[in-house]
């Protein structure tokens, strides 16, 4: 049994992604039942202070976390102008995959089942990545996420089990999830934090996400339907 007074182990990581090295900072408890690699928004990092306190929190009820940069920081300084980056789906969801086989290839690492957690325009790269990689991939949540931007063939194709998390005074953003959740075909569940904008800046509205995260992982990630046989 893990201890939830015991501090994680943490280390900061490079992550090998095509032609780029990511960023990333890695949390193993002690005993973890899991990884979650957290797949942040647009204009967002792995210093982000919203995923870092879901990420304790997780880290808590016992499991792994990597906090990664989707964005080498010239890639991030042309954004700032240009918004070119953050929105390639296609490189985001490759960038999610590699990190996903960069760390179920680490020894501490390969056995453990994997989830993701993605916040914004994050979630619709980490619902694709979920769907090519099928069942290494045991749980999905979105916060405040776009899962439309996955597209209706994407989000049928997912097999994990997918938990999206709105924010109740987030009026537009309610509407494509729950047009997204009418379109996932596996294990899934809405919730929706009462009176929370898109930021769940509001008080206490981040701890309740922390929670559902939490009881979300600890269900399916005890699970681990992952296979642990390498790509070729």
């Not at 990420?55 to 009820?61: G, I, N, P, T, Y």
């Not at 290839?105 to 989830?115: F, S």
Request: glycine share 8%; net charge negative.
């Amino acid at each position: 049994m893990h201890s939830v007074h015991t501090a994680p182990t943490l280390r900061e990581v490079r992550i090998p992604a095509g032609d780029a090295w990511l960023y990333g900072d890695l949390a193993l408890p002690a005993g973890f039942c899991g990884l979650v690699l957290f797949a942040h928004g647009s204009g967002s990092g792995r210093h982000s202070a919203r995923n870092r306190q879901v990420a304790q929190k997780l880290q808590q009820a016992g499991m792994a976390t990597l906090l990664f940069d989707l964005l080498t920081a010239q890639e991030e300084q042309v954004d700032q102008h240009t918004s070119e980056h953050r929105f390639d789906m296609a490189l985001l969801t490759r960038r999610i995959q590699d990190a996903t086989l960069w760390a179920a290839a680490q020894p501490e690492l390969q056995h453990a089942p994997i989830g993701y957690f993605g916040a914004s325009t994050g979630s619709a790269a980490a619902l694709i990545a979920a769907a090519r990689l099928d069942a290494r991939i045991a749980a999905v949540v979105s916060r405040g996420g776009r899962p439309d931007l996955a597209g209706p063939v994407v989000l049928a194709a997912v097999t994990a089990p997918t938990l999206l998390i709105v924010g109740g005074a987030d009026h537009g953003v309610i509407a494509l999830n729950e047009e997204a959740y009418q379109q996932l075909r596996c294990d899934k569940q809405i919730a929706v934090v009462p009176g929370a904008t898109h930021l769940f800046e509001e008080h206490g509205a981040l701890e309740q996400v922390a929670e559902l995260a939490a009881s979300w992982f600890t269900a399916h990630l005890v699970r681990g339907r992952k296979h642990v046989e390498h790509p070729s």
